[in-house]
């Protein structure tokens, strides 16, 4: 739990134009006359209401349209989309990111399950071999190499022709003895 807070919280500064705002106390005397509640729709008639997004609320009225967890503490950030106001982690959640896939380079939504290899993160479609394709099953060796994944069989042959490339005298050698026998 403690983990994906952290995620998402990383991912929050790459959300373009979200639209929240902050929640600030207000004494019904400074701010004279009665308020209506933008939740309840009724008179605020208790001394301290809240005031959030340019409208008044009842402090038990300004609540998380997605798990109804009360958003009235004084300076604590709401977010607003299509009309839902959020807390924090359901809008990260709805509408966050995780990061950018390491293969596609698209937008990974917070919400959807994603492959992580070391710092890299992948859509579950994207997590293939980038050589051939080979698609891993749960207990699937694979290797990052050059930040690309690959399976075993590909990495193995990036080795030896690795090994080959950087080694010609070995190279060498192996064909002479090839010859003799
Ligand atoms: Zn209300
Ligand atoms: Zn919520
Ligand atoms: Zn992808
Ligand atoms: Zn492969």
Not at 11 to 27: H, I, N, Q, T
Not at 131 to 152: A, P, S, T, W
Request: proline share 1%.
């Amino acid at each position: 739990m403690l983990n994906t807070n952290e995620n998402t919280a990383a991912a929050d500064e790459r959300v373009g134009g979200v639209g929240g705002g902050v929640v600030s106390g207000v004494g019904v005397g400074g701010v004279g006359g009665v308020k209506e509640c933008a939740g309840c729709g009724k008179r605020i008639t208790e001394r301290f209401l809240l005031k959030a997004l340019e409208l008044y609320w009842h402090e038990d009225c300004l609540k998380c349209g997605c798990c109804d967890c009360r958003l009235g503490e004084v300076g604590s950030t709401l977010y607003t989309k299509a009309n839902l106001i959020l807390c924090k982690r359901d809008y990260l959640r709805l509408f966050g990111t995780t990061g950018y896939c390491a293969a596609c380079s698209k937008v990974i939504p917070a919400f959807e399950m994603v492959m992580r290899a070391k710092s890299n993160v992948y859509h579950l479609e994207c997590f293939a071999c980038q050589q051939c394709n080979h698609r891993f099953c749960v207990g699937d060796r694979f290797y990052l190499c050059d930040n690309k994944i690959l399976c075993e069989y590909d990495y193995e042959e990036r080795l030896v022709f690795a090994n080959m490339a950087y080694n010609p005298t070995s190279l060498a050698h192996i064909r002479s003895q090839q010859e003799t026998i």
